[in-house]
């Protein structure tokens, strides 16, 4: 993580910090590269945070340390895509619109790394479509249970005013909880919002 090391440390605190709490429940054989495909996504992301958001790096605060004015780093959680849960009833099968497609708020920055499905009989076959500005293409994710990552051929940043425009394949009707694994950049007044256990 060299280039981790190159950054301001409060960038440094603010991803260590965010890379142990987002990969807790990773199952311990994959931890190591979820967290390093979190940090490597996250320093690309925030490269270019100062010109898409507007912020300046020292404005970049730990998760656990909520101050008006900052921004900090935080999971991907449903209300940032406009729900209450990543869960979905699926009434019918085959390609279906994602039900986290948005278009990303001005004053936020994702970073997706890949996709977990922790639903105990998982719905979704395969994915694919836009994020952002680039095309993800068909991506088998079939194969996910619990809390395992099934990680992206790449990482994606997606910048304000983006759209997140997926298909996703259903084979069966019932809940599904298909989601994004990564992060988000964001004012931390609005982080505060999302996550009550932290302030």
Do not use: H
Not at 8 to 30: G, L, R, S
Not at 45 to 55: D, Q
Not at 151 to 174: C, D, H, M
């Amino acid at each position: 993580m060299e280039a981790l090391e190159n950054l301001p440390a409060n960038i440094q605190e603010a991803v260590a910090e965010f890379t142990v709490m987002a990969t807790a429940n990773i199952p311990v054989d994959q931890r190591d590269l979820i967290k390093a495909r979190l940090v490597s996504g996250l320093i690309d992301a925030l490269s270019e945070a100062p010109k898409v958001l507007g912020l300046k790096l020292e404005d970049i605060i730990r998760p656990t340390k909520m101050v008006s004015g900052k921004y900090t780093i935080v999971e991907l959680r449903p209300e940032l895509f406009n729900l209450s849960s990543f869960r979905y009833n699926w009434a019918s099968t085959g390609e279906q619109s994602c039900p986290w497609n948005i278009t990303v708020p001005e004053r936020a920055m994702l970073v997706i790394v890949g996709f977990q499905n922790p639903e105990p009989s998982p719905k979704t076959r395969y994915v694919y479509g836009k994020i952002g500005v680039d095309d993800l293409p068909v991506y088998y994710v079939g194969d996910l249970e619990g809390f395992r990552v099934k990680v992206t051929p790449r990482n994606f940043a997606v910048k304000p005013k983006t759209s997140i425009e997926l298909k996703q394949y259903i084979e069966a009707a019932g809940y599904d909880e298909f989601r994004p694994f990564g992060a988000a950049i964001i004012p931390a007044d609005q982080a505060v919002k999302l996550s009550p256990s932290l302030s």
